[in-house]
């Protein structure tokens, strides 16, 4: 920036990001590398990795295909790099980011073990004023939140659990060493995505498992494995082409609809499409289903019906079988689980389902385990697989302040408001990388992180072209993005399930639909994007 060199070496920047995981490290190179800026990233966590450090729990893995999984921007490493597997787990995925972090010597520019307390922008100075939990103070002419949209770990208030005396963990907050649950009576908490890659893990040491169900999920075969060299071979040959297909698909994956009503195909036909998803594995059942599945009841009830059909085959004992069969909302308008034996697991001598609906709910904790529907269920110890507060929690965390002190907790006291998902009205300089109002969680993150990378870096670029020093979204054009993405996800089933998507699973958390589901999702995002860009950045004040 134009005041770069006049800047305190050891605490002005040109921007501070915030997180080092996928998003934080791609926006140092970028502004560092590409740009020639002064950069510092904090990381609460003790290397790089976002949640690929902190989630460790048995199971964790990813559920996109790792070939699209990864930065594109390093098109040598996209030919060198091989994984194992279709979703690798969790520690190679960690050794995956600490390579690139090496390889283009991105920690040099880290500070680690270290959190943003708050920040508050300095209307005077046009800077942002930063502090970190260790007492640092530093300023910075952009602010870039790269927390990611899963990473404030949310934590019930259970009655009774500091009686627990046995141990308890999260599963967002594992121990590094993990944990032996061999000889032990184990609960687990919960049975969303994180569960159902937990559970069938869990339940191969434990002496037995409790697993606590409050609302069931439509799970569906992750078919991981090895990938056939040749396949592999033949996409490292096309990776221009699923860069392009990827960027421009509607999840960042190479999933496509069907181009048909569930309706109008015959059930013979029906019946071969749903077994061909279902074989393939991944998201393809979910992702490139009949176009009209997220929008028609009758159409989504065919697609659940099938699912149910699998689950009744699967699990032995019947009664079983229907305490985990989804009720009350639509196929696919929650997060979808990928199962490696999931429900096979349930078919263990030494496997419990209590379920809320049918067995009751937690009551307790006690401090021999757990109470629910009357019953004490005695365990050693507890796993909460119980998830985030998702895309606005991170935010809120940082104790941002913009103009007149106005804070996020104020701004977004009925529930989030961006311009873009990149950007909020009094928050000038400030950009938040897949923040809520953008496909991110709806799509293949590494595709949406890569994209808000590059347009904040081309933003910045501009501006330093054109002598602006700072940028802030105008209220107008953030009412009308608000609007926007509340009229296209108003024409979908999503609204009518009680999740997390809709901020459902945070008691008093005002209900909204928190990512983006345009009408050609992550690639027509991207051109809308361009296009605010193209036109002088429509939307935005620039001074």
């Known amino acids: 920036m134009a005041d770069a060199v006049a800047c305190d070496a050891a605490t002005d920047f040109d921007a501070v990001v915030i997180g080092a995981g996928f998003s934080g490290m791609h926006m140092l190179k970028s502004l560092r590398d590409r740009l020639g800026l002064k950069v510092r990233v904090y990381e609460a966590g003790a290397t790089v990795g976002g949640t690929w450090y902190w989630n460790r729990y048995p199971g964790a893995r990813c559920d996109s295909d790792a070939y699209i999984y ?16 279709r979703y690798p787990e969790q520690p190679e995925i960690l050794r995956y980011l600490e390579h690139v972090a090496k390889r283009h010597d991105l920690k040099r520019d880290m500070r ?24 640092e103070t530093v300023t910075a002419r952009f602010l870039i939140a790269a927390v990611g949209s899963l990473s404030t770990t949310n934590m019930p208030d259970f009655p009774g659990l500091e009686t627990f005396g046995g141990k308890w963990y999260h599963t967002s907050r594992f121990p590094h060493d993990g944990v032996d649950f061999t000889g032990k009576r184990v609960g687990v908490v919960g049975t969303g995505a994180t569960a159902v890659q937990a559970i069938p893990e869990i339940a191969q040491q434990a002496k037995h498992l409790t697993v606590f169900q409050r609302t069931a999920n439509y799970c569906v075969p992750a078919r991981n494995g090895k990938v056939d060299p040749e396949v592999t071979r033949a996409r490292k040959a096309d990776y221009d082409g699923v860069i392009r297909r990827i960027r421009d698909s509607f999840f960042g994956q190479e999933h496509y609809f069907i181009g048909k009503s569930a309706l109008e195909a015959t059930p013979e036909e029906r019946e071969r499409e749903f077994d061909r998803m ?31 059909r699998k689950i009744r085959a699967t699990v032995k004992d019947q009664a079983v079988a229907e305490r985990l069969i989804p009720k009350g909302y639509a196929y696919g308008t929650k997060r979808q689980p990928l199962d490696t034996n999931y429900y096979e697991t349930f078919n263990k001598q030494n496997v419990l389902l209590v379920d809320a609906g049918t067995d009751g709910a937690i009551e307790a904790i006690t401090p021999t385990g757990i109470r629910a529907g009357g019953r004490d269920y005695p365990l050693d110890i507890i796993v909460f697989a119980t998830g985030f507060d998702a895309m606005t929690g991170p935010l809120k965390a940082l104790n941002l302040k913009g103009r007149d002190g106005s804070t996020l907790d104020q701004q977004w006291k009925d529930g989030p408001r961006s311009y873009l998902g990149i950007a909020v009205a009094g928050f000038p300089n400030l950009f938040t990388i897949t923040g809520p109002q953008s496909p991110s969680v709806l799509s293949n993150m590494p595709v949406s992180i890569e994209q808000h990378v590059e347009w904040v870096s081309d933003c910045i670029e501009a501006m330093r072209r054109d002598g602006k020093t700072t940028i802030e979204a105008s209220t107008e054009a953030q009412q009308n993005w608000v609007a926007h993405v509340n009229e296209i996800v108003n024409m979908t089933l999503m609204v009518g399930a009680n999740s997390w998507y809709m901020s459902a699973n945070i008691p008093g958390k005002p209900r909204a639909f928190l990512p983006y589901l345009g009408p050609a999702g992550v690639g027509g995002y991207r051109k809308t994007c361009d296009e605010v860009a193209a036109k002088g950045y429509e939307g935005f004040e620039l001074a």
């Open 70 to 85: 990864c930065f594109t921007w390093d098109r040598q490493l996209l030919q060198d790099w091989n994984w194992s597997e």
């Open 278 to 308: 279902w074989d393939a594995g991944g998201f393809a059942f979910w992702l490139a289903n009949y176009q009209d599945m997220f929008f028609s009841q009758e159409a989504n009830d065919l697609c659940a019906d099938y699912i149910k």
């Open 112 to 135: 680690f073990n270290t959190r943003v307390s708050g920040a508050e922008w300095d209307e005077g100075a046009r800077r942002w004023v930063v502090h970190t939990d260790d007492g």
